[in-house]
């Protein structure tokens, strides 16, 4: 399953990435976690020091092996320079299982407690122009279309806040999408955003109420939220902990809090998967980003690169180069 976690800026949504992801892969769940905010946090969220994720070679950076590698022998994409960041799978194509040897994992994916994580690379002030920013990004998104995850495996991803994500097909990649929400007048003003660019596109979007101090918390964010609000975490000594640079097994985390992430993983396991759709809105989005601006910069048209007859899943699996769903 593929879960996104987005909100304002500051909501929590790398720590609840980390905390998730961390007890997922806790209880033997294969786990794969990109970092795909501006603000790359998610890798000494997981327990990494800086110099660490300083070190870790970002997909961004390897746009070329991973093009190269996910395009495979499809016909429909000559070289890795005609894939742009919404070109969909097609016969021919790689697909990826979640845990699998794979030249791009060899080369981008370190394990952290338990957790494989990849991390799309800083932004520079240069990146947040539109094109070269999402390209960045646009690794990510490239992973994920190619992405076959089977049941009971994770594919965790940290989001930027805020819109930058509908610039693109992005934010429909996901199974679920836990929207971070503090208790705030302008953090629910984000998630109305998000829901209200969201609405079109049939996403599923769980609100998750996040640095919860007392009922009056609690109760703003029922009043606000309704039956979108799934569940609350609390403020955590657990977190306060990491922050100080301690950081606690997934086990000392408090009770409530464990709950909370119980609670989320239940609706992930409930989640119905529906590869005809995430292919089509994969299809879709490449087809609004060709007549936008990609033909015009490759010189030809690129809806092109759209097999009609393709189906997305694991029934693909085993005419792609990726191995099997055992
Ligand atoms: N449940 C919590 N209890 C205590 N502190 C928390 C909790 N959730 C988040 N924090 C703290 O709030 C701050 C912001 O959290 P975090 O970095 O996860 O937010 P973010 O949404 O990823 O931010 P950004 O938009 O900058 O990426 C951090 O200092 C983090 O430790
Ligand atoms: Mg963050």
Redesign the pocket.
């Known amino acids: 399953m593929k879960i996104a976690f987005v909100g304002k800026?500051?909501s929590g949504?790398?720590?609840l990435?980390s905390l998730f992801a961390r007890s997922l892969a806790a209880t033997g769940s294969p786990v794969l976690a990109f970092d795909a905010?501006i603000?790359q946090?998610?890798g000494v969220a997981l327990g990494l020091s800086e110099e660490e994720c300083a070190r870790m070679p970002p997909l961004g950076g390897h746009l070329p092996l991973i093009k190269d590698y996910l395009r495979g022998r499809n016909p429909r994409i000559p070289d890795s320079d005609a894939m742009v960041k919404t070109t969909p799978p097609g016969a021919g194509s790689r697909l990826l299982r979640a845990v699998e040897d794979n030249p791009i994992y060899e080369r981008c994916v370190r394990e952290v407690d338990g957790v494989r994580l990849a991390v799309t690379g800083p932004f520079t002030d240069v990146d947040l122009g539109v094109a070269c920013y999402h390209s960045k990004v646009g690794a990510a998104e490239l992973l994920l279309n190619h992405l076959v995850d089977g049941p009971g495996e994770y594919v965790v991803v940290?989001m930027t806040?805020g819109a930058d994500a509908f610039a693109s097909g992005l934010f429909t990649r996901f199974d679920v999408t836990f929207l971070v929400c503090e208790p705030t007048v302008r953090s629910i003003g984000v998630y109305r955003q998000y829901l209200e660019y969201a609405k079109d596109f049939d996403v599923r979007i769980a609100a998750v109420g996040n640095k919860i101090s007392d009922d009056d918390d609690r109760d703003f964010l029922r009043t606000q939220l309704g039956s979108d609000l799934l569940t609350c975490l609390s403020t955590s000594r657990h977190v306060r902990a990491a922050e100080r640079g301690e950081v606690r097994p997934i086990s000392a985390l408090e009770d409530d809090n464990t709950a909370a992430l119980t609670a989320m993983r239940d609706v992930v396991d409930g989640a119905e998967k529906d590869w005809a759709k995430f292919q089509r809105q994969a299809v879709e989005f490449h087809l609004r980003n060709a007549a936008a601006w990609a033909s015009d910069r490759a010189g030809h048209d690129l809806s092109d690169q759209v097999d009609p007859d393709f189906q997305h899943g694991p029934a693909a699996l085993p005419f792609s180069g990726a191995a099997p769903v055992s």
């Open positions: 800026g500051g949504k790398t720590t990435s905010d603000n946090h998610l940290d806040a």
